[in-house]
């Protein structure tokens, strides 16, 4: 393998009994020096014993084919010389049954919004072509099963 990332996984029971079920999910997600709250979805486990202002799973795997797509689409928007202003995307994970009824992310959406300024700025046909390549290129969007939709807009400041 030419890379290999790196995520540690941190969780302790504390004083919950844990075998009636009712202890804490959250836990912390710790990347290189940084660490983030997590927990189950409160879909999946209800609160208290799950936190609302924590990253969940599906959440962290929307935020991830989300962030892959967005440094792609910088990169080759930067290489084709627009400047981008601003990038935002609402992103979206939908959960399915799949074959065997099991849920799944069945659907991943972004909704990118970018804000170009400069001199040289693209047409809409150069907009979806960069997010077009940007998908083509996203190792996430390639290692997950979801299907991928992209709903771009953009502005001229």
Do not use: Q
């Not at 029971?13 to 020096?33: M, Q």
């Not at 892959?68 to 928007?77: I, R, S």
């Not at 994970?93 to 972004?110: D, F, H, I, Q, S």
């Not at 990118?112 to 190792?139: I, M, N, Q, W």
Request: net charge negative.
């Amino acid at each position: 393998m030419d890379h290999v990332y790196r995520a540690t996984i941190r969780w302790e029971r504390g004083d919950a009994a844990f075998t009636d079920g009712r202890y804490s999910r959250a836990h912390v997600l710790a990347f290189d020096g940084l660490s983030v709250p997590g927990s189950s979805s409160p879909f999946s486990v209800r609160v208290p014993l799950s936190r609302e202002d924590a990253v969940d799973p599906e959440e962290g795997l929307v935020a991830a084919a989300a962030s892959c797509h967005m440094l792609f689409f910088l990169d080759f928007a930067r290489r084709a010389g627009f400047t981008v202003d601003r990038y935002e995307d609402p992103a979206t994970g939908e959960m399915a049954p799949n074959e065997a009824g099991k849920l799944y992310v069945a659907r991943v959406t972004l909704n990118p919004a970018v804000t170009f300024s400069g001199a040289k700025t693209p047409s809409a046909e150069d907009y979806e072509t960069l997010h077009h390549r940007a998908h083509e290129e996203c190792y996430i969007g390639h290692s997950i099963r979801a299907e991928m939709v992209i709903r771009p807009t953009f502005s001229l400041t």
